[in-house]
């Protein structure tokens, strides 16, 4: 099956979207994980104090990201490893915020992508009391992960996504999506049309 694309998360440092302190992304081909990555990030400034509610979360203390790389140097890594790539996340609208947001907070123009929603997906095609990512997981088979960790939660994402797509006997990501009743997102400059 060509199931093509990369799910990602973010773990953020406080409740700025901007800030972004953890990230994990899972390369996907023809429905396998094939590669995956994850660091840390040093938040950009003015978006970097770390909020005891989130670390108690992650377990991300301020000390895990000195040294890290920052947004601006780290987002060519994060735009190379998805090569293309639709994204997927799970409440995608959070992730593709933290995107859009750490490039704003640090004058950076936002990378340009299509993504979809492994949550909205899970709401099509599972029968759960919650859809929390855990919950959608463990209906997919993949279980007992630490959630909150940015490259476990992209890896459960990312088998949410193939389990979906198996079930649906979906051809790619877009006629997963389509058949779900959903539609792709997309981030980054805005589409020029002439007329």
Known sequence: MPLNFTAIDFETANGSAASACSVGLVKVRDGRVVETASWFIQP??????????????????P??????????????????????????AHNAGFDMGVIAAACA????????????CSLQVARKTYHLDSYRLPVAAMAAGF?????HDALADAQACAAI???????????????????????????????VQFV
């Open 161 to 191: 996504m193939i389990h979906a797509a198996k079930r649906h006997d979906a051809s790619d990501l877009a006629h997963l999506v389509a058949l779900t009743g959903n539609r792709m997102g997309r981030i980054g400059p805005p589409v």
């Open 143 to 147: 279980e007992d992960f630490q959630h």
């Open 105 to 116: 907070a640090t004058v950076t123009a936002t990378p340009e992508f299509t993504y979809a």
């Open 44 to 61: 950009p400034i003015g978006h970097d104090v770390f909020n005891e509610w989130n670390i108690r979360i992650h377990g991300i203390q």
């Open 63 to 88: 000390v895990d990201v000195i040294g890290a790389a920052s947004w601006v140097d780290q987002l060519a890594d994060l735009v190379a490893f998805a090569e293309r790539d639709a994204l997927v």
